[in-house]
Every structure is written in structure tokens, then in C-alpha cells.
């Protein structure tokens, strides 16, 4: 069998942030098994979300049980490590062209009792994210398919290449996708290797959206099964 099982994590940020909390709740409800929640700082990218505090208050109204990744777009990852663990994230994924000491922030994020995430933008080679996993390996890669920074892009297919790689070099590794996946593309994904799902409007905008974390899951899920069939 493989070492990796499919994760959904909607992306919140295409939520209705009025209702933030039973959005949250709602995504829970319908099958997700973890929530993306974006972080931007208007530095790294060209956009401002939400921070630490809001986070908090996600946790309070989830309770203790639901896992959160936070995708730390912002200019100084390090920064805001121990704050965002004592705001209830599990999984802080933060972005290699961000870092100027990415072994050592690993190092620091499982410190504060989180899991390390590395995340890398659709310029940044891959290398550069295998040459890290090499000398400090991170619990989730990251690819984004999309440019960071704003929601409802197209989905690049050509960086499915990097997750091949990644999967080949990892075979045991969680890898995502963040950026344009949905049902037209989700096939794309699984068959590269990808494990863990970001998906944002395709779910959060869906009349259905448990039929849309279903259906995402069956596809990565016959992936799987296949893929242990060959071995």
C-alpha cells in the first residue's frame, strides 16, 4: 500500500468571511479533512488577508479536533511561527523564495509542535525544493499552480512536472496543490502524485460542495489504489 492517503482542504478564502466560522464548520461537515487558510501579507504577494488573531477564532469555533494549514504568503515566514501555534495551527507551510534559512525555520516550526510545510511558486524550479528536502525534509511539499496572491486563477498543467519529480524523489512524501484545482483538473493532479488537495472556488462556490470533496477524493483515491496495484 502507499504511505500517503488523499486530503481535501478547502481554501477559506473563497468562504463568505462574514460567516467565516460556520463556513469553516459547514467544509468540516461536508468531508473536508483539513482547512487551507491563506495568510498574506500585501509584501510577498499583492494582496492582505487575515492573520494570527483570525485564526485563533477559526480554532474556537472548530474546537481542538480539525487540522489547520496555514500557507504563510507572507515576506517573513519566521516571524510569525510561534504565534500562529498558539493560535491552533497544525501545519505551517511557508514559502522557500521567502526564507533565507529554510532548514533552520523547519527546525523551528516543529519546535513550536507544528508539521512544516514548503511551499514554491510556479517560477521556482523544483531542484531547489528537492536540494531542501535532501538536507532537512519538510512533513508536505507545496506546489503552488497558480501565481500566489489571489484566488479564481487557471490552473498551470505544466507544473505537474515538479510534483512527478517530487513524487519520484519522495515516493512516502504529502504532496499539494494549491491554485485552479477542480473537477477539469483534479485528474491532472492525481496522476502526478499530488495527495493533498487544495481546492478553493470549485468547493467553497459549489451548490454541492460534499459532491465536489467526493468526487475530488474518488479521483485521487483510484490514483492511489492503482498505484499500489503496479507496485
Known amino acids: 500500500m502507499c504511505a500517503y492517503r488523499c486530503k481535501i482542504g478547502p481554501s477559506i478564502l473563497n468562504s463568505d468571511l462574514a460567516c467565516l466560522g460556520d463556513e469553516c464548520k459547514r ?11 491563506d495568510v498574506m501579507d500585501g ?3 499583492p494582496n492582505i488577508t487575515f492573520g494570527h488573531p483570525v485564526v485563533q477564532c477559526i480554532r474556537k469555533s472548530i474546537g481542538d479536533g480539525p487540522t489547520c494549514e496555514v500557507h504563510m504568503m507572507v515576506s517573513r515566514p519566521d516571524q510569525w511561527v510561534k504565534a500562529m501555534s498558539e493560535s491552533g495551527a497544525n501545519i ?14 523547519i527546525k523551528e516550526i516543529r519546535e513550536e509542535g507544528m508539521k512544516a510545510g ?8 523544483v531542484s531547489k525544493l528537492i536540494d ?3 538536507t532537512q525534509m519538510a512533513d ?5 499552480t497558480v501565481e500566489p496572491g489571489f484566488g479564481g486563477q ?5 507544473m505537474m512536472e515538479k510534483v512527478r519529480e517530487l ?5 512516502h512524501l504529502d504532496i499539494g496543490v494549491d491554485g485552479g484545482v477542480g473537477p477539469s483538473s483534479i485528474h491532472h493532479c492525481a496522476e502526478a502524485g499530488a495527495n493533498m488537495i487544495v481546492s478553493g472556488s470549485a468547493i467553497m462556490r459549489s451548490n454541492d460542495p460534499r459532491k465536489v470533496i467526493s468526487d475530488l477524493r474518488g479521483v485521487v483515491q483510484e490514483v492511489i489504489q492503482q498505484t499500489s496495484l503496479e507496485r
Open 27 to 37: 467544509m468540516l461537515e461536508c468531508g473536508a479533512d483539513y482547512l487551507h487558510l
Open 43 to 45: 509584501h510577498f504577494v
Open 92 to 105: 505551517y507551510t511557508f514559502h522557500l523564495e521567502a526564507s533565507d534559512n529554510p532548514q533552520q525555520l
Open 118 to 125: 514548503c511551499a514554491i511558486k510556479p517560477a521556482t524550479p
Open 132 to 134: 531542501l528536502l535532501h
Open 140 to 144: 508536505v511539499a507545496l506546489v503552488m
Open 154 to 158: 487557471s490552473f498551470m498543467r505544466p
Open 167 to 171: 513524487r519520484k524523489a519522495y515516493p
